[in-house]
């Protein structure tokens, strides 16, 4: 982690909305046994007196699976020259295929034991608060549910969880 510097969560500069809709990595498990898929939705936020990232994602992923089942995870952001990297993470499952040695990123872990990308510009190490998944009843368009669940999966899990640690590239 020589080549980062540890920010405070209330520090990071860039959009973060820009950042989070090209897509990052969301990595969860342990140092023997993690996974990892990119992502496009979440969020930040201030709440319950902390910063939070809040994420989507779908029951049948694997990592879905990780997320469950370990206290943290991360959230890892890189610049563009990473696109295929992380076009194969959001094409390919974990469960079929190891995407470490596949796209030859880097994990690092944590003090906490959370995998991280020694690639990545930017790092959220993230502890989780509070777990919940969408209902149907509650969708007020239910033309999103056609749009966006039934055959294209299943109603996403939400995590929310605590920022906890934030590493920038140092330049
Ligand atoms: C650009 C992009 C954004 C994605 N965003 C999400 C997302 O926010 N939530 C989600 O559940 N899946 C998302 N996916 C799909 C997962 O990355 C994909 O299903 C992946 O293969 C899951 O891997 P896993 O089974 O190893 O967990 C996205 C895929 C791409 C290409």
């Known amino acids: 982690m020589d080549n980062f510097k540890k920010l405070k969560a209330t520090e990071i500069t860039q959009n973060l909305i820009g950042l989070i809709s090209k897509s990052m ?15 496009s939705w979440g969020g930040v936020a201030f709440l319950w007196n902390k910063p939070v990232v809040f994420i989507f994602v779908r029951p049948e ?26 076009l194969f993470c959001g094409t390919k499952s974990g469960k079929d295929v190891d995407k470490v040695k596949e796209t030859g990123l880097t994990p690092l ?26 209902n149907e009843e509650f969708f007020l368009d239910k033309d999103m549910l056609e749009q966006f669940y039934g055959e294209k999966g299943g109603l996403h899990r939400i995590f929310i969880a605590e920022v906890t640690n934030v590493w920038q590239k140092d330049e």
């Open 109 to 134: 872990f944590t003090k906490e034991g959370t995998p991280i990308f020694a690639e990545a510009e930017l790092l959220l190490e993230c502890k989780k608060l509070y777990v919940d998944k969408f």
């Open 61 to 86: 992923r694997y990592t879905n699976y990780f997320l469950e089942n370990t206290d943290t995870f991360s959230l890892s952001f890189f610049d563009d020259s990473y696109k295929k990297q992380l």
């Open 25 to 39: 990595l969301i990595t969860a498990g342990e140092r023997d046994n993690f996974n990892t898929m990119t992502a």
